[in-house]
């Protein structure tokens, strides 16, 4: 008996309506990149694991696909470790590529190849898939799309406030309201580590910070005495987990804790101008908001940091996020490049999309009709009359057989097609083709001019 297909936990198929939907909204992102000038390119779906790991953390790496070597990868591996069955150093000895976990460090080592043929500032886009080995779930998956936008050899934080506004008009032309953009900057997490006297303790501090909205005040707690951070310092930092207010306000309340801390004043004063410059020129989807708590648990960045959460109404996580790094081409080599950037999360904005009803019906549309065969002949005489109405940029086709007419009709209404073009011998001798509406039943006979003017 032969086996039930199946993908693999964390991946999809995608129906003809579900493919125009995403299209939709990758267009829209498209428009939008190229009007703020960004410029797209396209890096390989799998890199050197040298390139990749090390660059997202310790919880990062783990969600690393790795690619086994070709051939017979054992062949070369480590007899001592093959025997101890140390997974992470055999790892190192099969694989030495890997699935790409995002686009942005393929972009730094994009950047650092090609930095001669580059012309800085340079804003570039990348719309590709990415992979991690996380636990499926509800708007997360193993295989996903990416929309990055990005900006490297600048360090201008007017940077920062386009981006903002880049969010904001790829959210707006969707009709998504009620988006929440949240910044935070790391030079202020730095700040709050240095104060309550955790400073070599700043990942584990920030990884667990950010879990916030995940597991709760406690489990955050919990986490980072598990990682060492003092009673003491969890005492420092409870205002943090109720720090609520306006931004002036939460700025404001910054000044005070930070005031000893010159790094967390920088990323205050660096705030304070994004912050104030995007509300004086104003957002029309989407409101900006300070949240403190904001981490984003990637060690690369190290200024503004983003993420953006879909509307209340809508029970679902980040759709968005991204940051400023400073210094992340430095990892291959190319010291001093600064650069900022964004990511859109497709698969969650098209789940929320779905969720409010967002989607035109326009984006679903299937061909305007479709013709009716009733012979070598009477197809002859339609695919004429198809190819003119292509030219005029309508979507027709013929049926391919000259099957029962009911088995044609019926095939038209399965696809959601609106009207049935009739070309038999009758409308052949008169160099005319009967239009019928197949949801109201009505029938006309019309000339070639007519049927292309009816039909667009």
Known sequence: MAQKPSIPKGTRDFSPSEVAKRQYIIQKMRTNFEKFGFQPIETPSFENSETLMGKYGEEGDRLIFKILNSGDYLAKANEEILAGKDSLKLTSSISEKALRYDLTVPFARYVVQHQNEI???FKRYQIQPVWRADRPQKGRFREFYQCDADVVGSTSLWQEVEL???????FAELGLEGVTIKINNRKILSGIAEVIGASEKLIDFTVALDKLDKIGEEGVKKEMTE???????????QPLFNFTGTITEKLEKLS????ASEEGKKGIEELQFICNNVISLGLSAAKLDLDVTLARGL????????????????????????????????????????????????????????????????????????????????????MKAIGALRKAGIKVELYPESAKVGKQ????????????VIAGTTEIESEMYALKNLVT????????????????
């Open 227 to 237: 990682k060492g951070i003092s009673e003491e310092a969890l005492e420092k930092v």
């Open 441 to 456: 039943g009505e029938q006309v006979l019309v000339d070639l001019t007519t049927l292309i003017d009816k039909l667009c």
């Open 299 to 382: 060690n690369y960045y190290t200024g503004a940091i983003f993420e953006v959460s879909a509307p209340d109404t809508v029970a679902m996580g980040s759709i968005g996020g991204g940051g400023r790094y400073d210094d992340l081409t430095g990892i291959f080599g190319l010291k001093n490049m600064s650069g900022v950037g964004i990511s859109f999360g497709l698969d969650r904005i098209y789940l929320v999309l779905e969720e409010l009803d967002l989607f035109p019906e326009t984006v679903t549309a299937t061909s305007a009709a479709l013709f009716i065969n009733y012979g070598n002949e009477e197809a002859f005489y339609a």
């Open 256 to 259: 005070v804790l930070l005031a």
């Open 119 to 121: 012309e800085f500032p």
């Open 164 to 170: 903002v506004q880049l969010y904001d008009s790829v």
């Open 409 to 420: 009709f019926q095939h038209a209404d399965k696809r959601g097609i609106p009207f049935a």
